[in-house]
Each structure stands twice: as structure tokens, then as C-alpha cells.
């Protein structure tokens, strides 16, 4: 995801660094079956942290060197059609779940089971991840990232390191980190332990260690968004560097491929990372595994499928609702994009999610996308406004004063009118050529809702 934010950065006169960067990047056959989950328009990537101790990583279990490797790390990142949102979907590595007959390392079939979820990666590799995962979510993945222990140091080196807090003093010999409580940058070692100690912090369980590395991976999302490493030539470089030389992708994942990422997600930042662990509760047989909770998890799942948002719950004593509700904004919807129906689309989309749509149109041939509002509502406008612009995709817009003058106009029927009509300004819609979509509503059960980690989340846990 960074790698592609970066590489947008980067200007197509540079098509020979270009191809020495993509030279640096290691590809493998991506081959998940005949039987695939349908295209939704969504971009799905199967992350994967490998606790491999092959070459480099040897000092991290000489023992376990000739044992294969399992994946301590499964996440799916899930960006949206509209790519104005991206939720790092995290699979505890103890849930047992019913793996399906893959094809094995050494060529052998590996028989159907419920088995812990890492060891799909152990016996099958990166396609037996995916197969399972696909099977269990119903969720098509495009893509694969994987990284192991020496490969995530080289990464954040090149970003000079992620701040990171503890609530405690820490010393985990097994994940070789030994801080003093509160606030640290890390780098390299101190980077690794923190995303690998288990026992040290929390609860134990790796669902708390999940939750440590997304706060982590959203840290790193701000620095490379956020944190002037694309003005920085000297950064910039080490980065793409660390990045193509620490991963290994599938063979779709080409230098035009993620050139193709990057632009589509160019106006995402830190922010719209989120990330959430799939509902779990206790394995009957073992206490030390998990078991996906229905139906919380076959919700979430559907609700990813149907591309809703994942959003935070409110804070205690804290009211995030708008000051104006949608269902008090009386909207007329205008096309000025050329694009022939899209007046009747955008009202459709917004009356669905409670505005009161009064009127569609079109409007002279605009480039640009605004939101505008009578002088006479110069007091009311922009609160009622800033309920349109907030469900509107990609940076939120300010509302303007001035409405612009409709070429053609005609009422709009709602499916469901309000008893009453609500009093407030009529707020006016108008499409440019840059539309950029409207957010679809959150559905994420309740029950997950304060499980949701971002940028706002406390580090220190």
C-alpha cells in the first residue's frame, strides 16, 4: 500500500528507475483455483508476515531453519470500489477454521480439515492461505504481499523508524525487546519486537498483539502519506528500495499494476486506514485456540462484500453525529459532469441514505464538484452542507455560497417521503467531472464497532 502511494510521487521520466526498482521485486505463480468469489470492484490484498528463519533470518531460530514457515501475521486489505477507504482485515493465527484440500509444497495433496488457520501457509504455501481465506470470507483476493522478519526491519528503517508507546516497561527475550515504558521511535530490532511480543504486553493472546501491529501499520500509512517522503529525494529512494527488495508479490502484481493502485488511491490517507480483527470467541477443545463467532463473523464478512464502511464507535460522553441529521436537508441534485443519468444515480444513492431529495438536473458543464447553498442561508448553509459533503468520497469538501442556475430541473419522486417535510435550506448538489462517489453506510454489527483501530486510537496499549 505504501509502495503504491509512493510511486505516484514519482515522476513517468523516470521510466529506467522505474524498471530497476520492479528488476528488485520478487515474483511467484499465483495460482488459487478454477472456483473463485465474484469481482466486486473492490481491491483485495492478502498480506502475510512469513516466520521464516531461512538465510537472513536464520538468527531468529537456527532450529526451525529446515521447518518450513507458518504465518504468525494474516491480514486482508480490503480498499474500496470508489477508493476512498482501505480496513486491514486481521485472522488470528490460532483460529481453527476448516481449511479446504490443497495442493502441498512437495507437490502432494493436502487432505480438507479443520485446522489452525497459519498452518494452511505451512503446508500449501501462499495459494492454500488464500484458498482458505476465500472460502471462509467469500471475498476474491487480487493480490499477495509477503514479508518476513528481515524484510519488515528494511522497511522501517527506510522510513527512519515508527513512534510506538508503552504502557509498561518491557523486556521479552523471545522477541528480543528490552524499552522502558512510554514513548520511543524503533527501528530495526526494537521495531520487530515490538510487533512480534506476545506475553510481554496485554493480555497475552495474540488478539492484543494483533491489535499492536495495526496501530503499528497505521503509523506506518501516516509516514508515508503523511510524513514528507515524497519531497525528500534522499527518503524516497531508500524507501522504494527497502520496499521492492523486502516483499515478495504475485507475478500480477506488476510495476503497471501498482502504478495503477497508486492513482486510484492518490487522495487516500492515514485516516481512511482502518483496522479490525475478525470476531473471534474460545475454541471449545483447546482454551489456548479461537473459533470464528457467528454470526458476528458471517456479518462482517457480507457487509465487507457489500462494501460498507468500518467506522469507530463514539467515544463515551462524546456525540460524533453531525449537527445536522440527514434526514433535516432538503437536496437538489444537479449534473454537471456530461455523464448522462448521473443526477438520478447521485439522488437515488443519497435519498437511500435518508436525504430529502426535492429536485434533479442538469447544470452548465462543470469540473469540479461543490456543494452550494443560498446567500440567504448564509447562518444555516454550511452546517447543512457539511451532511452532504460528509457522505461524499475522497477529501471532504467545504460548502460554497451561491447557488449556480439549473439548465433543466424536474421533481424527484422519493420511494419513502418523510411525513413531514423537514424546514431547513435547501442545500444544492452539483456534479463536476471529478465526482467522486458517495460513501456507502456503515453496517459493521455493533458488537465491533469499538474494535476498530485508526489513527485516532491510543498507541500506548
Given at each position: 500500500m505504501g509502495l503504491t502511494v509512493v510511486l505516484v510521487g514519482v515522476t513517468l521520466g523516470g521510466y529506467a528507475y522505474y524498471r530497476y526498482l520492479d528488476s528488485g521485486i520478487d515474483r511467484q505463480p499465483f495460482n488459487v483455483g478454477a472456483s473463485r468469489p465474484p469481482e466486486t470492484g473492490a481491491l483485495n490484498v492478502l498480506l502475510v508476515g512469513s516466520d521464516s528463519r531461512a538465510g537472513d533470518n536464520k538468527k531468529y531460530g537456527p532450529k526451525s531453519q529446515h521447518l518450513g514457515e507458518r504465518t504468525d501475521t494474516i491480514m486482508l486489505l480490503h480498499i474500496s470500489p470508489n477508493r476512498d477507504n482501505a480496513t486491514m482485515i486481521s485472522f488470528p493465527r490460532d483460529s481453527m477454521v476448516p481449511i479446504p484440500e490443497c495442493t502441498g509444497r512437495n507437490g502432494q495433496v493436502v487432505p480438507a480439515g479443520l485446522r489452525q488457520i497459519n498452518s494452511a501457509f505451512n503446508d500449501g504455501?501462499?495459494?492454500?492461505?488464500?484458498?482458505?481465506?476465500?472460502?471462509?470470507?467469500?471475498?476474491?483476493?487480487?493480490?499477495?504481499?509477503?514479508?518476513?522478519?528481515?524484510?519488515?526491519?528494511?522497511?522501517?528503517?527506510?522510513?527512519?523508524?515508527?513512534?510506538?508507546?508503552?504502557?509498561?516497561?518491557?523486556?521479552?527475550?523471545?522477541?528480543?525487546?528490552?524499552?522502558?515504558?512510554?514513548?520511543?521511535?524503533?527501528?530495526?530490532?526494537?521495531?520487530?519486537?515490538?510487533?512480534?511480543?506476545?506475553?510481554?504486553?496485554?493480555?497475552?493472546?495474540?488478539?492484543?498483539?494483533?491489535?499492536?501491529?495495526?496501530?503499528?501499520?497505521?503509523?506506518?500509512?501516516?509516514?508515508?502519506?503523511?510524513?514528507?517522503?515524497?519531497?525528500?529525494?534522499?527518503?524516497?529512494?531508500?524507501?522504494?528500495?527497502?520496499?521492492?527488495?523486502?516483499?515478495?508479490?504475485?507475478?500480477?502484481?506488476?510495476?503497471?499494476?501498482?502504478?495503477?493502485?497508486?492513482?486510484?488511491?492518490?487522495?487516500?490517507?492515514?485516516?481512511?486506514?482502518?483496522?479490525?480483527?475478525?470476531?473471534?470467541?474460545?475454541?471449545?477443545?483447546?482454551?489456548?485456540?479461537?473459533?470464528?463467532?457467528?454470526?458476528?463473523?458471517r456479518d462482517f464478512f457480507e457487509n465487507v462484500r457489500n462494501d460498507v464502511e468500518v467506522t469507530k464507535s463514539p467515544t463515551p460522553g462524546k456525540s460524533t453525529a453531525p449537527a445536522v441529521k440527514r434526514e433535516q436537508v432538503r437536496l437538489q441534485v444537479l449534473n454537471a459532469s456530461g455523464e448522462e443519468g448521473r443526477a438520478v444515480q447521485v439522488a437515488d444513492a443519497l435519498a437511500a441514505q435518508g436525504f430529502v431529495v426535492t429536485q434533479v438536473g442538469n447544470a452548465a458543464p462543470a469540473d469540479v464538484t461543490t456543494i452550494r447553498y443560498a446567500k440567504k442561508d448564509a447562518k444555516d448553509g454550511p452546517a447543512y452542507g457539511d451532511a452532504v459533503a460528509a457522505r461524499l468520497s475522497k477529501e471532504k469538501r467545504t460548502p460554497i455560497e451561491g447557488k449556480v442556475k439549473a439548465l433543466v430541473s424536474q421533481p424527484y419522486t422519493l420511494k419513502s417521503p418523510p411525513a413531514q417535510m423537514p424546514k431547513g435550506p435547501i442545500i444544492q448538489l452539483v456534479i463536476g467531472k471529478d465526482w467522486p462517489g458517495v460513501r456507502v453506510l456503515s453496517a459493521i454489527p455493533d458488537s465491533l464497532k469499538d474494535k476498530v483501530v485508526d489513527t485516532s486510537t491510543n498507541p500506548c496499549l
Open positions: 504455501g501462499i495459494e492454500c492461505t488464500a484458498k482458505t481465506l476465500e472460502s471462509l470470507t467469500n471475498i476474491k483476493i487480487n493480490h499477495f504481499v509477503k514479508v518476513d522478519f528481515t524484510g519488515f526491519k528494511g522497511i522501517v528503517d527506510a522510513l527512519g523508524g515508527i513512534e510506538i508507546c508503552l504502557p509498561k516497561p518491557v523486556n521479552d527475550p523471545k522477541a528480543k525487546l528490552v524499552l522502558s515504558a512510554g514513548k520511543h521511535v524503533v527501528k530495526g530490532e526494537q521495531a520487530l519486537g515490538y510487533v512480534r511480543t506476545r506475553y510481554a504486553l496485554g493480555d497475552g493472546s495474540d488478539l492484543g498483539r494483533i491489535q499492536r501491529q495495526q496501530v503499528f501499520l497505521t503509523q506506518v500509512m501516516k509516514k508515508v502519506t503523511d510524513g514528507g517522503l515524497l519531497t525528500n529525494p534522499g527518503k524516497l529512494n531508500a524507501f522504494l528500495h527497502a520496499a521492492t527488495q523486502s516483499v515478495t508479490v504475485d507475478e500480477g502484481l506488476t510495476l503497471e499494476r501498482m502504478l495503477e493502485i497508486a492513482n486510484s488511491v492518490r487522495g487516500m490517507t492515514a485516516k481512511e486506514l482502518k483496522g479490525i480483527t475478525v470476531p473471534v470467541e474460545p475454541y471449545p477443545p483447546d482454551k489456548n485456540r479461537v473459533q470464528f463467532a457467528q454470526p458476528a463473523a
